[in-house]
């Protein structure tokens, strides 16, 4: 009798844990659990609404997801490519990291034609993109079994230009809506570094934003305001910082490995890719 009351006590204090963690979340689903693989990534909102993530369903697909959280293959990635960041550019463009070739990918939402805008071999894998407000890219490239990585600027008519090399394992990336400032992460380092943009694209006064001393890191996106949207990968949340690194709100995910993010045209509504759920979550941004 007395063993049965206490499992019947330690069921219901293990209900009660679970529903305090349930409350605790502020994200739902978007859309279905297990429709991406765990490569999931990207994501990138176009003027419509849309949204599009790499890795729908199987490796080396890009998915298109509708406002209603509908997800349908958008296209297949040729010659073994694999996608990984995504960035959307004007009105017909996405931009796609493909690490397995080394490649920046140029791929029109109309005709759905897809090009290689810039290769190379030396990078150790393109990881994520950000596009400057001229239409410079900028990319990460770690080498996560060395815990190193780089920095490149990416153009159209001198392709990959190496920025800095021997960094921690770079993967989130993003420019200010002004362009004038650059952000980019160490996963493993667990640190974000702010540079200045000039007037020719590079870099300079490079500063410490923030450390954080525990779990990893992913995604990053500006709002319209200038704040910055990261991923806490292990943790399971989305940390918002101020341009000068000061944290203002933290959002708490139902997975536990957000690997990046986007919004809504409105920058009301955050969408997070889930590698440990295969989905994407949303929260309301509560316009920080």
Known sequence: MANTLKYFILSILVAQFFISCSLNVDSKDFTEEDQFTE???????????????????????????????????????PNGSIGNGIRYRGTDHIYVADYTNHNILKINLVTKGIKVLANQPLANQPNDLTIAPNGTIYASDPNWSNETGNLWKITKE???????????????????????????????????????????????NKKLLTRFKDFGMDGMRCTSKGNLYVCRYGKGSVVVLTPNGKIVKEFFLKGKKPTNITFSNDYEIAYVTLADRGCIEKFKTLQY
């Open 39 to 77: 490569g999931i990534e990207g994501p990138a909102t176009d003027s419509e609404g849309n949204i599009y993530a790499v890795n729908f369903q199987r490796q080396g697909t890009i998915g298109k997801i509708t406002k209603n959280g509908n997800a349908s293959i958008f296209v297949e990635l």
């Open 158 to 204: 001198k392709g990959f230009e190496l920025l800095e090399k021997n960094m921690g394992t770079t993967n989130g990336i993003e420019v200010s809506p002004d362009g004038k400032k650059l952000y980019v992460n160490e996963s493993i380092q667990r640190n974000i570094w702010v540079y200045d943009i000039d007037k020719d694209n590079n870099l300079s």
